[in-house]
């Protein structure tokens, strides 16, 4: 139920067409996993927790560090050395009280996969390497849990609305996992990917507009573009092809 306060605090949004209480309601009652509380997961979890996604469960095993800060914007200096998620929900609190969160210090893996993020509405990557990301799909595609996929790297991101059977998995169109590099980037890009992110999981949360279901959305902040590919799944994906199978 919504309360009076957030009537107030929403106000912005419930006038959009077609929102409402019904939609503010599908918010409040869904819970999003997000992996990775860093330049991605910073812009996510805040237009998440600002449009009030009722439960935020917040995966990260690092502690803030100086480097983090040029994209990192849920943590500041004085909270260096703090474990990311403790950071980030202190941040996130202070920002909107009436959500609830979950602050996991935990690396992903195979065996926690499920009891971390089976119960959730839709898995946000926020990641910044392609094994755990993989572990995520496989999950993704075991439990029919939506997964939005970004990554960023200097000026250029790219991100995805991953779903099967009706889309491709991630593991269609990345069979192969890169190793994991501390590649550039300025933080604006994290910023935009990561609100476009948060963008994805509202539209899927209260079924309004299109995502970016079978499209793979490139930006390219330098020449400042938008592109997107069309992406089809792979029949022989190791992953999700015995799926389409049935
Ligand atoms: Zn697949």
Redesign the pocket.
């Given at each position: 139920m919504i309360l009076n306060n957030e009537i107030q605090r929403y106000a912005r949004q419930l006038s959009l067409q077609n929102w409402g209480i019904a939609a503010q309601d599908k918010l409040k009652n869904a819970t999003a996993f997000v992996a990775g509380a860093g330049g991605l997961g910073s812009p996510a979890l805040m237009y998440l927790a600002a449009a009030g996604v009722g439960t935020l469960v917040l995966c990260d095993f690092d502690s803030v560090e100086l480097t983090n800060l040029n994209r990192q914007v849920l943590h500041s200096e004085r909270k260096i050395g703090m474990p990311k998620v403790d950071s980030a929900v202190e941040t996130l609190r202070d920002l909107n009280p009436h959500i609830r969160f979950h602050a996991v210090a935990t690396k992903i893996t195979s065996a926690n996969a499920e009891t971390l993020a089976g119960d959730a509405d839709v898995i946000i990557d926020c990641l910044d390497n392609f094994d755990t990301r993989h572990v995520l799909n496989t999950l993704s595609?075991a439990k029919s849990i939506p997964m939005v996929h970004a990554g960023v790297s200097g000026f250029q991101g790219q991100i995805t609305f991953l779903h099967?059977p009706e889309t491709?998995?991630l593991?269609?169109f990345y069979p192969q996992k890169p190793e994991k590099q501390s590649a550039p980037i300025l933080g604006a890009t994290a910023g935009i990917l990561g609100a476009l992110q948060s963008m994805e999981a509202i539209k899927h949360i209260t079924g309004m507009g299109d995502t970016l279901k079978n499209r793979l959305l490139f930006f390219d902040g330098f020449g400042m573009n938008f592109s997107t590919i069309t992406i089809a799944?792979?029949p022989k994906?190791r992953?999700?092809?015995k799926m389409r199978k049935k």
């Open positions: 595609v099967p491709a998995c593991a269609c799944p792979n994906c992953v999700c092809g």
